[in-house]
Nanobody, 123 residues
Framework: VQLQASGGGLVQAGGFLRLSCATSGRTFSGYALGWFRQAPGKQREFVATISWIGAATSYADSVKGRFTISRDNAKNTVYLQMNSLKPEDTAVYYC?????????????????WGQGTQVTVSS
């Protein structure tokens, strides 16, 4: 089972990035997919999650209105479009899959994790 995150990089404040997370090794039918992030010296925090069908989403207050999560089940991929980036968005971003909960925001609810991709926003 693999979740492979990509798309991170260095961007100036106000810019944008699109993260992708490709899943493989098993079907994630029925799984919610989410994004978390961890900044240096801080705990990992919830960013966004999307239901299996993609009709329902949930976001952390800090990213509402700037980030959009989406998924393409035919491609087994989840995306995170990040606009109006701020220096405080700098972190390693992780994708994860949760099989037992609807739109979970707690990291313990997730069964599978990707390796992370670095996002750095310069001021």
């Amino acid at each position: 089972v693999q979740l492979q995150a990509s798309g991170g990089g260095l961007v100036q404040a106000g810019g944008f990035l699109r993260l992708s997370c490709a899943t493989s090794g098993r079907t994630f039918s029925g799984y919610a997919l989410g994004w978390f992030r961890q900044a240096p010296g801080k705990q990992r925090e919830f960013v966004a999650t999307i239901s299996w069908i993609g009709a329902a989403t949930s976001y952390a207050d800090s990213v509402k209105g700037r980030f959009t999560i989406s998924r393409d089940n035919a491609k087994n991929t989840v995306y995170l479009q990040m606009n109006s980036l701020k220096p405080e968005d700098t972190a390693v971003y992780y994708c994860a899959a949760a099989g037992k909960y609807f739109l979970p925001q707690a990291d313990y609810a997730y069964d599978y994790w990707g390796q992370g991709t670095q996002v750095t926003v310069s001021s």
